[in-house]
């Protein structure tokens, strides 16, 4: 039956394809494709997880036998026969295998999913006593995760599809359809890092129950490009693994099952929207200039080296926003026991420099904490706190730990000896944090220099992120050579609404008259002062903003590489003489959404 579940559009364009559930287990496992020849050692370590699973139930069942009655419970004895049951149970041994070698999923992958499938099994029965049954199915399938940690394979980074077989076709008539059909994947949560390993996968869209426009999680899936809806609330709840499903990252819909109508609907809008993006590619050559001959910079977002590649391809002329903590996530799932040390920092920002071919890269320290979590092992736990996103993160969490923050520091100052870098600072907000952020990199200069390696120099920057650094931007200008707007945390501080909170979403507006004021001055001052600036949050790649930030002076902005094409469109079609007036006017207005739309704001 065909049913649609409704959440907030983040990445644009249609996805048409089978569910691949990521079931969330109380234990956090890595999801990542294997190779194909590493099967056998995937089943394995299933195997082996499960003999000393039962032989550590079989133990329990020994001392149990050994006890008296008052000191066990005979219930106890029964509920371990139950979990070696379930622990031999060919559903779920069958179903394990079966993911692995169809799916080529990673073990634990592989177990969580089959968890899922069976869990809802016993959803469904009549009968209390069987429904109760999937809690010790979770305890089994627990103990076996625990075994199996510290036992992955290395993660591999690209999912190779299951060869076709000729069995396939006789068993199923659908099955050539379901083997050949692109994935799309569906999952309660995913972590911004989790979101990095699937960078690197095949899947054709997403869809998160929790997590708001400009959650971490969003914007990891919108450097994907390809469509994705979050805060789609029960989604993992009702899609089943394997449904057909459409997701519409234009409006933000998932509909699940879908009739053969509204598949053919679907699959129009998709050749219209890929006929556009052909369209659309025909600009990345062109210079991004206004009609009245203002010259734009359009810059790519990255979140690892490697993503240079798409951000000269799209026509970037720079990087403006390098998140580099993407560089210390995600860590576990690779096997590395350690956050990245200086070399190995070093190393990923001169690829990023090399992959620019000559143009400048700002790299951004370490923002962490909040809706990015480093893995929970490496450091200091922050789900203590009670709300991390106005706790220690970003340049504070750099603070706290100054031998890391020295690191990452002289690791950029030595990359900035091969070619253009410009060093930014997230999320400052006090005199103090700015003083001491200065001290530290000199600090590390003149570690350098008593070390006798070769560095480069650097323009220093500070995102605007927090209203208290926007309404004193004269004491940033005293001591930084360009700004950066973050409008994804001015709009979460100015309007207190936690960006990744879906129940809130309605009410992130970064059209509210306030949020636009801060952008408007923070631009006005540093043209005033003669000093770069440029807006960084999703608000610059996205087009309904473009003429409004063209109005308010601004000529440089960062975005996914995604965007690019479609911003520079914006940007080639406006006249910056005409917006003057008009701009003011939305600056004034109560409600500015109200003058910016297609046929309010001027052509
Ligand atoms: C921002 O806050 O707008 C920004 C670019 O930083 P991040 O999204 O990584 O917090
Ligand atoms: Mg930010």
């Avoid at 590493?38 to 370590?45: G, K």
């Avoid at 995913?190 to 996968?201: E, G, I, R």
């Avoid at 200008?477 to 909170?501: C, E, P, V």
Wanted: aromatic share 4%.
């Amino acid at each position: 039956m065909t049913f649609a579940v409704h959440g907030l559009p983040v990445a644009r364009g249609i996805a048409i394809g089978r569910a691949v559930l990521v079931v969330s287990s109380r234990l956090d496992v890595a999801h990542y494709f294997i190779k194909p020849e590493e099967v056998e050692t995937e089943i394995d370590r299933v195997r082996i997880a499960r003999n000393a699973v039962a032989e550590e139930l079989q133990k329990l069942q020994a001392s149990v036998a050994l006890m008296g009655p008052n000191d066990a419970p005979h219930e106890l004895a029964a509920l371990l026969e139950v979990h070696l049951m379930l622990l031999q149970d060919e559903v779920l041994t069958g179903g394990v295998k079966h993911w692995i070698v169809e799916r080529l999923y990673n073990a634990e992958w592989a177990l969580t999913t089959q968890l899922e499938v069976v869990a809802r099994q016993f959803d469904e029965m009549e009968d209390e006593y069987l429904r109760e049954r999937k809690a010790d199915l979770e305890q089994v399938v627990e103990r076996l995760l625990h075994r199996m940690k510290g036992t992955a394979a290395v993660l591999a980074p690209t999912p190779p599809r299951r060869k076709r077989t000729a069995d396939d076709e006789d068993s199923d008539p659908t099955a050539r359809d379901a083997i050949d059909a692109p994935l799309v994947l569906i999952a309660h949560d995913l972590s911004p890092a989790d979101m990095l390993q699937f960078k690197k996968s095949v899947f054709a869209g997403f869809v998160t129950d929790v997590g708001g426009r400009t959650s971490h999680t969003a914007i990891v899936a919108r450097s994907m490009d390809i469509p994705a809806v979050v805060g789609a609330r029960s989604a993992s709840q009702l899609v089943r693994q394997d449904d057909w499903v459409i997701i519409d990252g234009d409006a933000g819909v998932v509909i699940v099952d879908p009739s053969p109508i509204i598949l053919a609907e679907y699959g129009f809008k998709q050749r219209q929207g890929d006929l556009e993006r052909g369209r659309l590619a025909r600009l990345r050559h062109k210079p991004a200039v206004t009609l009245d001959g203002q010259k734009v910079d359009l810059l790519a977002n990255i979140e690892m080296p490697e993503d240079t590649l798409g951000a000269v391809k799209a026509g970037a002329v720079g990087v403006g926003l390098f998140r580099s903590e993407f560089l210390f996530m995600g860590r576990e799932a690779q096997r590395l026991t350690r956050l990245p040390d200086e070399e190995e920092q070093y190393q990923a920002y001169r690829r990023a420099i090399e992959g620019m071919q000559g143009m400048p890269v700002t790299i951004r320290t370490i923002d962490v904490g909040a809706d990015k979590p480093l893995d929970g092992k490496m450091v200091r736990d922050d789900e203590s706190h009670l709300n991390p996103a106005l706790g220690l993160r970003a340049i504070r969490w750099s603070l706290a730990d100054p031998a890391m923050f020295l690191t990452q520091i002289r690791a950029i100052l030595r990359a900035a000896a091969h070619g253009e870098i410009l060093l930014l600072i997230p999320m400052l907000a006090h005199i103090s944090e700015i003083r001491q952020t200065l001290a530290l990199i000199d600090f590390a200069r003149a570690e350098l220099d008593n070390r006798g390696m070769v560095h480069g120099k650097v323009k220093l920057g500070a995102m605007i992120e927090v209203p208290a650094a926007a309404l004193t931007l004269k004491i940033f200008l005293k001591h930084f050579d360009f700004l950066s707007i973050g409008t994804n945390d001015l709009i979460q501080y100015t309007l207190a609404i936690d960006r990744a909170d879906e129940s809130v979403a309605h009410l992130y507006d970064p059209a509210h008259p306030a949020v636009l004021r801060l952008v408007a001055e923070t631009i006005a001052e540093c043209r005033r002062q003669g000093k770069g600036v440029s807006v960084c949050g999703e608000m610059a790649g996205d087009v309904a903003f473009t003429r409004l930030l063209l109005g308010m002076g601004l000529r440089s902005f960062s975005m996914h590489p995604s965007q690019i094409l479609a911003v520079k469109q914006e940007v080639l079609r406006a006249d910056t003489s005409k917006l003057q007036a008009w701009t003011q006017q939305v600056l004034e207005a109560d409600d500015p959404a109200s003058l910016m739309t297609p046929a309010a704001a001027p052509q």
